[in-house]
């Protein structure tokens, strides 16, 4: 605001002593020109002339002042960026916006690449029923009275006194008795896989004991989870209940 004002004060300074310049100059002419109208009007058009080369130069120069002012921004008081420091800005976006793509791939692959890994150790091929009973209760939402309730596991119909196995190769984790489901074995298999073994009689194994598929655990007890004797079987991964359905052919 400054420099507009001291340039528009410079110009009418400068067109105020130019038009007296001018005035003594034409006053001085007309005792030379005389009355001759082609001779005032050849004055007249001389010296708009000039006037106009004059005021040209003057807004050139004032002009020139205001483009050589660096612009600054308000807020920050900084220099604005100028075009090629914006194209440099963009690459650097750029480039950011591609790496956080590359992360986010990643992270949605590893689900999948974590649920292929424990598919490999394993899968319905490499496990094995715990006995060679007939399915007589699966997974699901059950009713009791007015309550309802889930189910997690399978119950196993066999004989008292039938071997029980694992159905895959593990650590055995823990062996306790619960009063709703008898003496209990679980096995860990890793990567996040577990197995439990409900109603057992006469376990074979310790805790922290090293196990292989159709390692035999124990043995069926005369109780079950139903009105038939045989024992109770669950699949956990992640300790979320699997159904072991999806992953073993049962009779």
Request: with cysteine; glycine share 12%; proline share 6%.
């Amino acid at each position: 605001m400054i420099l507009k004002k001291a340039g528009k004060i410079k110009f009418w300074s400068g067109w105020k002593t130019l038009k007296e310049r001018f005035a003594q100059t034409f006053r001085g002419l007309s005792g030379c020109i005389g009355a001759d109208p082609r001779r005032r009007l050849m004055v007249g058009v001389l010296g708009f002339l000039v006037f106009v080369a004059i005021g040209w130069g003057i807004g050139r120069q004032i002009g020139f002042a205001g483009a050589a002012r660096p612009l600054v921004d308000k807020e920050t008081g900084s220099p604005e960026v100028g075009t090629a420091d914006l194209s440099v800005l963009v690459q650097e976006l750029q480039k950011e916006l591609s790496t956080l793509r590359h992360q986010v791939e990643q992270e949605s692959s590893a689900p999948a690449a974590r649920a292929q890994e424990n598919a490999k150790v394993l899968t319905p091929l490499e496990l094995i029923p715990p006995v060679e009973g007939k399915l007589i209760r699966r997974s699901g939402w059950e009713k009791k009275g007015d309550e309802w309730r889930y189910h997690s596991g399978v119950d196993l119909t066999v004989p008292p006194g039938t071997q029980v196995r694992a159905t895959a190769g593990g650590t055995v984790a823990s062996i306790k008795t619960e009063p709703v489901l008898g003496t209990v074995v679980a096995v860990d298999h890793g990567s996040g896989w577990r197995s439990l073994y409900a109603h057992l009689a006469r376990v074979q194994v310790a805790v922290g004991q090293e196990l292989t598929q159709g390692t035999p655990l124990g043995y069926s007890s005369g109780a079950g989870c139903g009105p038939e004797p045989g024992i109770h079987f669950n699949l956990y991964h992640q300790e979320e209940p699997v159904d072991p359905v999806t992953m073993i052919n049962f009779p």
